[in-house]
């Protein structure tokens, strides 16, 4: 994949996609359209469409992000070492786009004990399908 300009970013997302995707920025808690959605399906990165999270991950973390114990395949994200704000983090990338998408805690409640805390701006859900037979 042909990583966009920053120019091209611009142009293809929104404002507030824009500035959480490309700049490391992050949506205000509880505002997201997906901290409290529980429908089954995937995550993919709202910058360039790769799978990131399946909602059988997802869990509610009470912090007003979606939050997943893990990633849908260990190569569909990069973790960065983040100290920015005075902190010691881990920050989450898209491994496709390199767009941020959140950061990685070790609170998690499951045995992974990871906690994927997304932007909702960063992620696109993809309903699974229901058949009937």
Known sequence: MDT??????????????????RKQGTEPAFTGKYWNEWTDGEYLCAGCGAKLFDS????????GWPSFDAAASPDAIRLIEDRSHGMARTEV?????????????????????????????SIHLVPKEKTTQ
């Not at 059988?56 to 912090?63: E, L, M, Q, S």
């Not at 990338?93 to 992974?112: M, V």
């Open 93 to 121: 990338r898209c491994a496709q786009c390199d767009g941020h998408l959140g950061h990685l805690f070790n609170d998690g409640p499951t045995d992974s004990g990871d906690r994927y805390c997304m932007n909702s701006v």
């Open 4 to 21: 966009p300009s920053d120019e091209e970013w611009k142009e293809q997302l929104d404002p507030e996609a824009y500035q959480v995707l």
């Open 56 to 63: 059988v991950t997802k869990f509610d973390a009470g912090c």
